[in-house]
T-cell receptor
Framework: ETGVTQSPTHLIKTRGQQVTLRCSSQ?????VSWYQQALGQGPQFIFQ???????GRGNFPPRFSGLQFPNYSSELNVNALELDDSALYLC?????????????FGEGSRLTVL | AQSVTQLGSHVSVSEGALVLLRCNYS??????LFWYVQYPNQGLQLLLK??????LVKGINGFEAEFKKSETSFHLTKPSAHMSDAAEYFC??????????FGTGTLLAVQP
């Protein structure tokens, strides 16, 4: 069973730039959630995609957007980067129709904004 | 608002000592509860989960947690700490739509 994979693992951007982070969900999972983990903090829910539709969003501005593809992989896009966007971005996949809420996390993409 | 509180951002124990990491949640409806562990520069790994079956839940690496509805708590314990247990531990709760709400984490240090 293939786990959740994320790319890139590390990247550096400057303020105002745009970034795209990618996530391949675990085999058989149809739901992808994205979380932002700032240094020393717990992960914060950004949004979730279920069968290619957004299915819940946390308290993040519209410049955080996402996509889910027919193969259930996903992208997180952040426009007009700010210094506070520096964080570890975690992707998690799940199969809520079957499992009791468990999320399977990738290793994360660490974004540094200068 | 639904929330999770982890008491103690840093906990230090000696190798072989009892590990107790505290977690309380706010909810009028029993949720699903989880403990995740995060090693440096890695993602989150599930330790254990409570899904309204047995109130005492056993997880990986010798950890267990007890759901106490009257105290709205889900504390994580391990009888004997090992050096490899040093990591950050997150309590999390799901109330709806698989949206996990995390606590702020507890960094566990294990002294030799």
């Amino acid at each position: 069973e293939t786990g959740v994979t994320q790319s890139p693992t590390h990247l550096i951007k400057t303020r105002g730039q745009q970034v795209t982070l990618r996530c391949s969900s675990q085999s058989g999972h149809n739901t992808v959630s994205w979380y932002q983990q700032a240094l020393g903090q717990g992960p914060q829910f950004i949004f979730q995609y279920y069968r290619e539709e957004e299915n819940g969003r946390g308290n993040f501005p519209p410049r955080f957007s996402g996509l889910q593809f027919p193969n259930y992989s996903s992208e997180l896009n952040v426009n007009a980067l700010e210094l506070d966007d520096s964080a570890l971005y975690l992707c998690a996949s799940s199969f809520p129709d079957r499992d009791t809420g468990e999320l399977f996390f990738g290793e994360g993409s660490r974004l540094t904004v200068l | 608002a639904q929330s999770v509180t982890q008491l103690g951002s840093h906990v230090s124990v000696s190798e072989g000592a009892l590990v107790l990491l505290r977690c309380n949640y706010s909810s009028s409806v029993p949720p699903y509860l989880f403990w995740y562990v995060q090693y440096p520069n890695q993602g989150l790994q599930l330790l254990l989960k409570y899904t309204s079956a047995a109130t005492l839940v056993k997880g990986i690496n010798g950890f267990e947690a007890e759901f106490k509805k009257s105290e709205t708590s889900f504390h994580l314990t391990k009888p004997s700490a090992h050096m490899s247990d040093a990591a950050e531990y997150f309590c999390a709760v799901i109330f709806a739509t698989n949206k996990l709400i995390f606590g702020t984490g507890t960094l566990l240090a294990v002294q030799p």
